[in-house]
């Protein structure tokens, strides 16, 4: 619907089911017996092989072709020290980005939206570290986790359509 390439298998569809050597459709396929048992692993591997070799393709294909797509360079998020106890530094840089405006399309190099947030391991939002505009460059904030217990946290950055995710331990 927007444009962009994708995969679709179908396992009753060319090549899978010519005669041999070509793999035969699956009589168990979407019945009561496709189980786990009934599974041909050699196909399930070459088609997983043939998805990532495509999958590869595409992202690979030429950066132009994707249309109107707002692609941040130099979006860079980490943290030290890490594993850490029990503060960290969250250092993160935000890139110059095209963006659409009413007058054309117009590089924004002040006032780009940031929002980093830290999650537990379940996904639990712990708090907001940075919710406003920032402008292009290098920037830090603390993250002081004296409250929480040791353990899996993710702090992901967030600009514009682009999120980039960090994994931060603590040690207590």
């Known amino acids: 619907d927007y444009g962009y390439p994708a995969i679709l298998l179908m ?9 041999p050597p070509n793999y035969l459709r699956n009589p168990h396929y979407h019945t ?3 189980t786990i048992g009934t599974l041909n692993f050699d196909q399930v591997q070459l088609v997983a092989k ?21 692609i941040p360079a130099n979006f860079s998020l980490s943290a030290y020290p890490n594993p850490f106890n ?11 980005v095209d963006v659409p405006s ?14 980093i947030k830290i999650y537990d391991i379940l996904g ?3 708090t907001t570290l940075v919710d406003e505009q ?7 904030v603390k993250f002081n986790a004296n409250h929480l217990a040791s353990g899996v946290y993710y702090a992901t950055l967030q600009i514009v359509n682009q999120v980039i995710t960090s994994k931060l331990i603590l040690v207590k």
């Open 11 to 19: 396992e009753n569809e060319r090549p899978w089911n010519n005669e």
């Open 32 to 34: 009561f017996s496709d």
């Open 50 to 70: 043939l998805a990532l070799a495509s999958i590869a393709e595409l992202t690979i294909g030429d950066p132009t072709s994707v249309k109107d797509e707002l």
């Open 86 to 96: 029990p503060s960290t530094t969250i250092v993160y840089s935000i890139p110059v």
């Open 102 to 115: 009413l007058a054309g399309r117009d590089k924004l190099r002040e006032g780009q939206k940031v929002v």
């Open 124 to 126: 639990n939002e712990i």
């Open 134 to 140: 920032k402008s292009a460059g290098a920037h830090n």
